[in-house]
């Protein structure tokens, strides 16, 4: 059975049970503050388990992206070396919100499992929850007298809190869950040894297919569980893993859902998959992390060093060393796998079709980064090895090359083991684990249990309309971090305060308690369907009816910033064509920024267009139409454009400006005469086939158009008011350069006079002509000297100082021959001598220079110098 068919059929199966389908939602989260990527098929539904949304469908089923690489579920150093963890998976699952409950879920699933798919009943085995004596659980007794309806009790397995209790996290819903597993052992081997015994012990091929969580508890701040206020069915199902028991597979990735990429790998590579365990684990690793690399980007993550953005990268990175240790691939070569992936995946996950070209970009372009990364720290490892005594590997330098440059200590590991030397683990670990520390000390944030004043599920946002509202607490509660202390998260009953969503941040304002004294809202966020409104103190009456006000200000900046944002958006599609898509965006009250595909920088001509086009909308005084609760299909009727990556209800919000019609939820102009003028101020690269527009509106033109007027008008007072500005600066210019061209003339017959003295005090130290010194030259003309004296002096080692506009310069030239033979490296040396200028620096071996910020380390660093030669 194909795996498209296998899809369907679950699909189909749930919705003749009268479930609704629902597709997937992103799989990278740009609005939830607690989780980066969608981990499992619940998060889009977490503020129906809270009860913080209205269900509109009591039963739900889909398949739903996920990812598992960091925080609690985190699968990421499994994958690869065993047949059935990923990266990305999907993960079909079957939902009810209040309705039913263990009975029809036992059931369904046994009757999909079995009667549907025709799964051998003797192949299966099902676990319930034990009970815990910690939280006072009992054990499912429930679940237990449901499943010996329909297999033996004997398969029937007791699962302790770890594997039979389900959590979200260390806060949220929760409940005992039922596991399903499959034996797809041979007969042979299940005669020697019996399938019960292996169920969550970690074998391959005796494994869980499904996981049916009985959601009905919620784990408050201090660990102890109370009930939810209605009872959910929250079902997962690995859909890899399914495809493998279905098509008689013993591993996931021999299922159609990999070979595919697999055969790719191996034509792509020249290697043969299945021949050699560390090719295969390198093609597994491949094989699953294009696919969850891939998405991502579709989803509107690119890799970057920050985030969700660092993660993708950390995940592509690995794939790429994979390939570069084990496969011998030197080049790029994981994006080409795009276009198989998009043939195989496009017809259910149309992003991958419409991001194919995006996609392919970005990580072509991430490969020849980290490729060349790779054999940058290929030369400084070998210098580590060179200026190590001994056959054991420092790990304190084997971290400084991890963390600094990002070579994967692994795969220093690996070269340090074929060249017979050791790594100092425990030393790197430790080191490790010092930054760590001092990043979890960072990012921790301590949050108490909300303290319910009144049980008002939906808060009502009243922004669009007001500024301003009378309104009461419905619930609060604290949250503690390093970086921000103490705060207070308030929810209203109604509010009129945006929450940071759409790019567009969170309002802020301020409440009247009593006597003119005002509490101040800093921020604005939205939370499993709460607005939440940051605060750094509470009302001492948290049950009063308080005055809420929206920083009136700040809120029009910003609206004019998110209006410009759409007239843009329109404008670059005209200017520069069709394939121009939104990428992400940041709407503040300062400024704004636009991130958008397309294939080469801006030209001035270009730019220029795009600002006329923008601004001719602006004096057109078109006034704002905005559509609110409209259905998807009727906002799509008008026009509105649907962003890949993000998540859409069944009805939307409109907003209209002429012909630039979008979905969106933040907050607009009511002509766009309001938005004043509109100006670039920046336009540059992010990644391969993005580009990133930072533009202002309203006051801040004002002010720049402002000091750019003053600016010119002092120039013109430096310049003794000429005539004509531009022509005094010119003929300046002009001047300049001539000057210049003069002064070079004579540093450089300065540095030829110097070339004869300096040679008198180079010095021999250990058959190594030797010196260091401070000169008074510009760093081309030490350049110069330091090849001349290299050519008129064999085995010098030389490194010179030099000071320039209150900033250090390091220069260090190694005859060949000294780096050859005496293993001697002038990158090394720059870089060591370079902390004592407060900088650092770089190059070749036989010549490099560094910088910094201390010129009075100067002397020191030359003094330091010659150690590398005793």
């Known amino acids: 059975m194909k795996s498209q068919q296998i899809r369907k059929q679950f699909l189909d199966f749930f919705a003749s049970k009268k479930h609704t389908i629902v597709p997937s939602s992103p799989m990278v989260l740009k609005n939830d503050p607690t989780l980066m990527f969608t981990n499992a098929g619940m998060v889009p539904f977490k503020e129906y388990f809270l009860g913080q949304k209205t269900v509109v469908d009591k039963r739900i089923a889909d398949t739903q992206k996920c990812l598992r690489v960091s925080g609690k579920h985190n699968d990421l150093e499994e994958v690869g070396k065993d047949t059935y963890h990923h990266t990305m998976f999907e993960m079909l699952g079957n939902w009810s919100f209040g309705d039913y409950f263990k009975k029809e879920a036992i059931a369904w699933a046994w009757e999909l499992l079995t009667e549907v798919y025709k799964i051998d009943k003797d192949c299966l085995y099902v676990t319930v929850f034990e009970g815990a004596e910690d939280d006072n659980l009992a054990y499912d007794q429930e679940a237990f007298d449901f499943w010996k309806q329909y297999i033996d009790e004997d398969r029937i397995i007791n699962g302790n809190k770890k594997d039979n209790f389900w959590e979200m996290g260390s806060q949220g819903p929760c409940g005992p869950c039922s596991e399903i597993h499959v034996d797809i052992r041979s007969a042979e081997e299940k005669a020697k040894v019996a399938g019960k015994s292996l169920v969550n012990q970690d074998h391959p091929q005796v494994v869980e297919i499904w996981n049916l969580v009985f959601m009905e508890f919620n784990r ?316 750094k103190s ?75 086009f923008v601004n001719a909308r602006i004096d057109s005084k078109i006034p704002l139409k905005e559509f609110r609760n409209i259905p998807m299909e009727t906002a799509k009727e008008k026009g509105a454009m649907a962003l890949f990556g993000e998540k859409y209800g069944d009805t939307v919000r409109a907003i209209q400006f002429g012909q630039s019609v979008e979905l969106c939820g933040g907050t607009h102009v009511q002509n766009t005469s309001d938005i004043w003028h509109f100006k670039i101020t920046s336009e540059s690269a992010i990644a391969a086939g993005v580009r990133r527009i930072e533009a202002i509106t309203s006051d801040a033109t004002k002010d720049f158009y402002f000091e750019n007027n003053r600016a010119f008008f002092e120039i013109k007072d430096i310049l003794k008011n000429p005539k004509n500005p531009l022509k005094a600066i010119l003929d300046l210019q002009e001047e300049n350069t001539v000057l210049k061209k003069q002064i070079e003339t004579l540093l450089k017959d300065k540095a030829k006079n110097l070339k004869s003295d300096l040679i008198q005090e180079v010095k021999p130290i250990n058959g190594i002509n030797f010196l260091a010194k401070k000169l008074d030259l510009d760093q081309n003309n030490v350049k110069d000297l330091a090849f001349d004296l290299g050519n008129a002096t064999d085995n010098l080692f030389l490194v010179v100082g030099t000071e320039k506009d209150g900033k250090a310069f390091l220069t260090c030239f190694i005859s060949k021959n000294l780096v050859e033979e005496k293993q001697l490296n002038a990158g090394l040396v720059v870089r060591e001598l370079g902390k004592l200028i407060q900088g650092g620096g770089g190059g070749q071996p036989f010549y490099a220079t560094a910088g910094g910020k201390n010129p009075a380390g100067i002397e020191n660093a030359l003094k330091e110098a010659e150690k590398f030669i005793l």
Request: glycine share 6%.
């Open 220 to 535: 408050k701040a201090d660990g102890s569980l109370e009930k939810l206020p209605a009872q959910h069915v929250d079902t997962g199902m690995g859909f890899e893993r399914l495809c493998m028991v279905l098509q008689n597979k013993q591993s996931n990735y021999d299922t159609d859902v990999f070979t595919p990429l697999i055969r790719e790998i191996e034509t792509i590579t020249d290697n043969e998959y299945g021949t050699n365990e560390k090719i295969d684990i390198a093609i597994r690793v491949i094989a699953d992390h294009i696919r969850a690399v891939a998405f991502a980007i579709a989803d509107g993550q690119l890799p970057s060093n920050t985030g969700a953005g660092y993660v993708i990268r950390r995940i592509l990175r690995r794939a790429i060393r994979y390939g570069f240790t084990f496969l011998n691939t030197k080049e790029p070569f994981i994006y080409k796998l795009v276009t198989t992936l998009s043939k195989q995946m496009g017809e259910n996950f149309s992003e991958l079709k419409a991001q194919k070209q995006l996609i392919t970009n970005v990580i072509k372009e991430e490969e020849n980064s980290f490729l060349r990364t790779l054999d940058q720290g290929l030369v400084l490892l070998d210098g580590i090895i060179k200026n190590t005594h001994g056959k054991e590997v420092s790990g304190k330098k084997a971290f400084e090359l991890f963390d600094t440059y990002g070579f994967p200590i692994d795969l220093t590991a690996l070269i340090l083991s074929e060249k017979g030397m050791t790594l100092n683990e425990e030393e790197f670990s430790t080191e490790l684990e010092k930054q760590k520390s001092r990043s979890r000390a960072a990012a921790v944030v301590e949050t108490d249990d909300w303290v319910i004043l009144d049980d008002d599920p939906e808060e009502e946002f009243i922004g669009y309309d007001t500024l301003e509202a009378k309104v009461k607490i419905t619930r609060y509660r604290k949250v503690s971090s390093k970086k921000e202390g103490n705060l207070y998260q308030l929810v209203f009953n109604m509010t009129p305060f945006y929450p940071e969503g759409g790019g567009q941040v969170g309002d802020k304002g301020y409440i009247e308690v009593s006597n003119g004294n005002v509490i101040y809202i800093v921020d604005t966020k939205k939370e499993n369907n709460l607005i939440i409104h940051f605060a």
């Open 538 to 612: 509470l009302p001492k009456d948290t049950s009063q009816i308080l005055k809420v006000a929206v920083d009136e200000k700040q809120r029009f900046r910003t609206a004019c910033n998110h209006s410009a944002t759409h007239l843009l958006h329109q404008a670059l599609r005209e200017v520069l064509g069709e394939h121009v898509e939104q990428k992400g965006s940041a709407v503040h009250s300062k400024n704004l920024r636009f991130d958008f595909s397309h294939f080469a920088k801006l030209t001035v001509d270009e730019l220029r267009d795009v600002e006329d």
